[in-house]
């Protein structure tokens, strides 16, 4: 099992009370599986993606990547978990405008402080499985809004992840191109055995996953097999 949730709550502070974003939530994404979490605005999506990805700490209940329970590390040892276990997607690209496509992957190298000539050969290697092995050399403004998002998930999967959390891919995007960025996660999700988790408003596209969780008021109030 790559990711766990246990029985995890989180509340935020409300005026003299607390404000509770997640209610003993549960959620277990096998390896190379895609679960896809839907659920209106303020349902505690987002909430659920951040407690996954380590940059906030639940009140109470665990949150276990790859086997490591992460309530029993400090504040170092989560950010090397984020930056060796866990890729994240966030919704917009945030690509640097003045480095390519392929520089874009090295970075996450560097500061990973991996070898810089292997580095660029897995980078080339990300770009293909993404489909854009022949824009390697092109930089940001060169590139479409389905191709930039293309590089963001590529970025992710540089530091080879067992983890893979994604927030709204298709957002900025027509529907056809939202689909072939569902069919592109789906496809890299079995292909490099990541537990993957997409956030998404886009119920069509969450028919993608192989399962879809609903989120409500804090609560995992229902789970459908796509």
């Given amino acids: 099992m790559s990711l766990v949730l246990d029985a995890v709550t989180l ?3 409300d005026g003299d009370g607390r404000l509770t974003a997640l209610d003993a939530v549960s959620l277990t994404v096998p390896a190379g599986s895609l679960t896809a979490v839907v659920g209106p605005s303020g349902s505690g999506k ?12 639940p ?11 992460t309530g029993e590390l400090d504040a170092a040892g989560r950010a090397a978990l984020r930056r060796e276990r866990i890729g994240i997607v966030f919704q917009q690209p945030n690509l640097l405008p003045s480095l390519t496509a392929a520089e874009q992957l090295q970075v996450m190298a560097h500061v990973s402080g991996r070898p810089a000539k292997s580095a660029r050969g897995r980078a ?11 824009l390697a050399g092109r930089r940001p403004h060169q590139l479409s809004g389905g191709q930039r998002q293309r590089v963001n998930i ?9 983890v893979l ?17 569902m069919e592109l996660l789906a496809g890299l999700t079995v292909g490099r055995g990541t537990a993957t988790v997409l956030v998404t408003h886009d119920r069509g596209h969450a ?3 192989e399962r879809v969780v609903e989120v409500m008021d804090g609560h995992l109030t229902a789970t459908a097999h796509a």
């Fill in 165 to 181: 959390l994604v927030d709204e891919p298709t957002s900025a995007l027509d529907h056809e191109r939202g689909a072939a960025v």
């Fill in 46 to 57: 987002s909430s659920l993606l951040a407690v996954a990805a380590t940059l906030v700490t």
């Fill in 59 to 69: 009140d109470h209940g665990r949150v276990v990547v790859d086997g490591t329970d």
């Fill in 154 to 162: 590529a970025r992710a999967l540089m530091n080879e992840p067992a």
């Fill in 124 to 134: 080339l290697e990300l770009l293909d499985a993404v489909g854009l092995a022949d």
């Fill in 11 to 13: 509340t935020y502070p």
């Fill in 207 to 209: 028919a993608r996953a």
